[in-house]
């Protein structure tokens, strides 16, 4: 019997199962007996680039797995044959299609303009603080023509874009309260002097309480108190670093919608000015 390893659907992985030496082969070869009439393995050889020695292989271990059989001089897929190219196919066809909504392809932008530039000229772009910038030059990251004229501080319009633009990655810093001195004075006070210290950047309170500490700690400095989590991912996504004030007993709700490729590099406030790194392992 063969492994079940070569048994299983290698598709249902999407692109990444066809690393699998002999998949590619093995599904081309399927194809072809499903979609033509094979007589022989040296014209179906001819058409996938292979020897005829390398066809045969394919078709020994395509049999051996029950995928594919020689009925009245002709090479058939079987049902489960059928049924494994059709499931490979849809996962890599969802798979691919998964990717390309991820590529987001960028003709023309906008930026900030952080120099004044002229119509027509090259800019340099790069991410200052979470915004697209645009300064007259060029670099060896990514790079336009301006379609605009724009005086420094106002919006351009680039493109013939090229190259990549870095993303830097924001941290994020946390400081949970303890729940249980939620109704002591000193933590307003406690509170006022981390936060004045936290790194610049995002602030956010999660939670009612939160929020109401937080507006009594820094009453003059604007923070985010709704959706708290899509902001964290923005934010350090685009070089932006978070403080996040939130209850001890809320840290596992935050935590879980922060569950991603997406999440920050972590450190944890103290209330008694220490600072520790903290880790996704730490959220339990």
Sequence with gaps: ?????????????GLSTLRRAGTVSDLLFLYECETREVTNLRSVATRLGLTVQAAS?????????GFVEVTGGRYRSTVRGVD????????VRDDLADRLDRLHIVRTTRALATTPIRLGEMVALEIRGGTLTARSGSSRGSRGRAHSSAAEGALVEVGELE??????????????LPGDRLAESSLVSETRSVVA?????LLLASGLEAFHLLSR???NRPFVRFGVAAAIVEATRLGVDCTLVVVDRDLPRVFEQL???????LAFLSLDGARGRGSRRHRR
Aim: glycine share 14%.
């Design 1 to 13: 019997m063969a492994p079940a390893s070569r048994t299983q659907p290698p598709g249902r992985g």
């Design 57 to 65: 292989h394919t078709y020994r271990s395509l049999s051996r797995r």
């Design 84 to 91: 494994w190219l059709h499931s490979a196919f849809g996962s």
């Design 163 to 176: 190259g990549i633009v870095p993303l830097p990655h924001g941290r994020l810093s946390v400081l949970a």
């Design 197 to 201: 210290g936290a790194p610049e950047g």
């Design 217 to 219: 700690a820094a009453p």
């Design 259 to 265: 569950e991603g490729p997406d999440v920050p590099p």
